[in-house]
């Protein structure tokens, strides 16, 4: 073994099954599904099968989901129509958000004057519902709420239940992004109600640059990219056929066995946190990383007991691929907007890694990266 790969939640590596897809349609669906030729008709039927199976996963319609080139553009999709077409004047949201949601929302800020609030955060990274309620309550402004199901860096996972439903008592719009949470949990999106939520293909072993949004039957999206109309007038531009597909095909393998991988990626953490505790003394678990019911299975966020700018660096000479905050800002030197924001100077003291992990990653795997970072001598 030269290398392992903990860095799933920056993104995983494709099935061969859904490559195999891909490659498929690739040969067979090249037509332009806008064509209306007998070869446009073959393209866009694909699509269409696809955008019903992929509903059926969230118990929703296929007329819901609006396919785009990432989680990126379907958070900026939602945010822009919440502010230019839904009459909403203020997004509540929280500083341990993706960039796609909180750049967006400054963005929104300054060119539109839409206010901002942001949620209290816990020394856990704890999003809270108290706080949540008390600025809900405090205005009667057309709202938006977005807030991230798993987070990215940490693992916490939000209590998406009870958000959906202050949201519904307080006739806010709720927007998730939901993106590090597709193809891990179950979300029946008819028993827990979110207008809004987010995927990213690339992140459950599909292709890279497609995603797509869901939004709730009876909202009216007017697209962001203007062009040819296509995605029912929500989106502009050439369907991506073969990614989709295999976006589909990647969603189908995850839930088809959900709870088989859960158990063994789950098994794979587990072992990770006791082999770290085991052999580095000091070592810390930023937010609810360590916990497996309050964090996601396959994220773990480790506050190494020294403070060394070359850690991660070092664990890639070593063979270890990890991240330092999200995969955006590995090469950054500015540390994890996420960290900081519970953390406050904490997060500067010692060195924190994400290491995130997949069905693919294996126990041996981790017994490699236990002897390369042992050697790395962290002392
Ligand atoms: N939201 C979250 C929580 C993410 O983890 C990511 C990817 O890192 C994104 C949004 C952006 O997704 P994409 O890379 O498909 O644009």
């Keep these: 073994m030269k290398a392992v790969y903990l860095d799933n939640a920056a993104t995983t590596p494709m099935l061969p099954e859904v490559v195999e897809v891909v490659q498929q349609s690739m040969l067979n669906n090249f037509g332009n599904p806008s064509s209306i030729h007998q070869f446009g008709r073959k393209a866009k039927a694909a699509v269409e099968t696809a955008r019903k199976k992929i509903a059926k996963h969230f118990n929703v319609s296929a007329s819901e989901v609006i396919f785009t080139a990432g989680g990126t553009e379907a958070?900026?999709?939602?945010?822009?129509?919440?502010?230019?077409?839904?009459?909403?004047?203020?997004?509540?949201?929280?500083?341990?958000?993706?960039?796609?949601?909180?750049?967006?929302?400054?963005?929104?800020?300054?060119?539109?004057?839409?206010?901002?609030?942001?949620?209290?955060?816990?020394?856990?990274?704890?999003?809270?519902?108290?706080?949540?309620?008390?600025?809900?309550k405090k205005s009667s402004e057309k709202t938006l709420v977005s807030l991230m199901y798993a987070n990215n860096e940490i693992g916490n996972l939000l209590p998406i239940n009870k958000v959906a439903r202050l949201c519904k008592d307080y006739e806010a719009y709720f927007h998730s992004d939901t993106v590090q949470a597709i193809g891990r949990y179950e979300l029946d999106l008819q028993k827990t109600p979110i207008d809004f939520i987010v995927a990213s293909a690339h992140k459950f072993h599909g292709p890279k640059g497609v995603g797509f949004a869901y939004v709730k039957k009876g909202i009216l999206i007017q697209p962001i990219l203007?062009?040819?109309?296509?995605?029912?007038?929500?989106?502009?531009?050439?369907?991506?056929?073969?990614?989709?597909?295999?976006?589909?095909?990647?969603?189908?393998?995850?839930y088809s066995n959900l709870e088989g991988d859960k158990n063994h990626i789950s098994a794979v953490k587990s072992y990770f946190i006791q082999q770290l505790k085991f052999h580095f003394e000091d070592i810390q678990f930023n937010a609810e990383s360590e916990?497996?019911?309050?964090?996601?299975?396959?994220?773990?966020?480790v506050r190494f007991p020294v403070k060394d700018k070359m850690l991660l660096f070092n664990?890639?000479?070593?063979?270890?691929?990890?991240?330092?905050?999200?995969?955006?800002?590995?090469?950054?030197?500015?540390?994890?907007?996420?960290?900081?924001?519970?953390l406050k100077g904490k997060a500067a003291e010692n060195t924190s890694i994400r290491f995130s992990f997949s069905k693919l990653t294996t126990i041996s795997e981790i017994d490699f990266a236990i002897k390369k970072m042992k050697e790395c001598k962290l002392r």
Excluded: P
């Design 226 to 254: 203007h062009g040819g109309a296509q995605e029912n007038g929500a989106r502009s531009s050439t369907e991506n056929v073969h990614a989709i597909l295999g976006m589909e095909k990647a969603l189908e393998v995850s």
């Design 75 to 136: 958070d900026n999709l939602i945010l822009y129509n919440a502010v230019l077409n839904l009459g909403v004047t203020r997004i509540v949201t929280s500083r341990v958000e993706h960039y796609a949601v909180l750049r967006t929302v400054e963005y929104l800020h300054k060119t539109y004057n839409i206010s901002v609030d942001y949620i209290n955060v816990s020394e856990k990274g704890v999003v809270e519902l108290n706080d949540l309620e008390s600025v809900l």
């Design 315 to 342: 664990f890639d000479l070593a063979g270890i691929a990890a991240s330092g905050g999200s995969a955006c800002q590995s090469g950054a030197s500015k540390g994890s907007h996420v960290l900081m924001s519970f």
């Design 291 to 301: 916990s497996l019911e309050k964090s996601s299975y396959t994220i773990l966020s």
